[in-house]
T-cell receptor, first 115, second 115 residues
Framework: AQTVTQSQPEMSVQEAETVTLSCTYD???????LFWYKQPPSRQMILVIR????KQQNATENRFSVNFQKAAKSFSLKISDSQLGDAAMYFC????????????WGAGTKLIIKP | DTGVSQDPRHKITKRGQNVTFRCDPI?????LYWYRQTLGQGPEFLTY????????KSRLLSDRFSAERPKGSFSTLEIQRTEQGDSAMYLC?????????????FGSGTQLSVL
């Protein structure tokens, strides 16, 4: 069975600085998808970034980028130029290529932005 | 259409009572998912629908839980004879299955407290 591990329960960063959130996963599959979701106090889970395992190029969305290391089964999220609005819980999630419905989630990392 | 909406936002009930939650997905979305999230954890998959058909249900889901999606539009999740262990946030998500880049859109959840 697949598992997702986020080893940092909480991280803090100074506004405008860069922070990296860690995620590792375990799978025997070769094709899958990885996601980072953000959950602010409003509780709505918002997709931040997505990575297909077959793509070697790391995904980027504006200030958010990932470092995808398939062999190491590592999928970290880098947030550049941190803003107060980035404060939230961040969840890493895994989905099999042949699964339409089941996301496997990490326990989350609480990101605190210091003004 | 402003996204996935869930009602109620909060529900407090006494142990042994039945509760029902409602989810209205994005109107053109044919897939609908229910997840449960407890404090300090990522969401846990409960069940999902494609149109009105319930295609998968978690083996962890007690028989006290039932979900419906009549006419493939809104969905309801009912919990019978609630227990204190049912206290959690119940998240609904929807997606459009035909896209190659399927993206889940989440509601803000229903927070259930069983006293």
């Amino acid at each position: 069975a697949q598992t997702v591990t986020q080893s940092q329960p909480e991280m803090s960063v100074q506004e405008a600085e860069t922070v990296t959130l860690s995620c590792t996963y375990d799978t025997s599959e070769s094709d899958y998808y990885l996601f980072w979701y953000k959950q602010p106090p409003s509780r709505q889970m918002i997709l931040v970034i997505r990575q297909e395992a077959y793509k070697q190029q790391n995904a980027t969305e504006n200030r958010f980028s990932v470092n995808f290391q398939k062999a190491a089964k590592s999928f970290s999220l880098k947030i550049s130029d941190s803003q107060l609005g980035d404060a939230a819980m961040y969840f890493c999630a895994y989905r099999s290529e042949d699964s339409n419905y089941q996301l496997i989630w990490g326990a989350g990392t609480k990101l605190i932005i210091k003004p | 259409d402003t996204g996935v909406s869930q009602d109620p936002r909060h529900k407090i009930t006494k142990r042994g009572q039945n509760v029902t939650f409602r989810c209205d997905p994005i109107s053109e979305h044919n897939r609908l998912y229910w997840y449960r999230q407890t404090l300090g954890q990522g969401p846990e998959f409960l069940t999902y629908f494609q149109n009105e058909a319930q295609l998968e249900k978690s083996r962890l889901l007690s028989d006290r839980f039932s979900a419906e999606r009549p006419k493939g539009s809104f969905s309801t999740l009912e919990i019978q004879r609630t227990e204190q262990g049912d206290s959690a946030m119940y998240l609904c998500a929807s997606s459009l299955a035909e896209t190659t880049n399927e993206k889940l859109f989440f509601g803000s959840g229903t927070q259930l407290s069983v006293l």
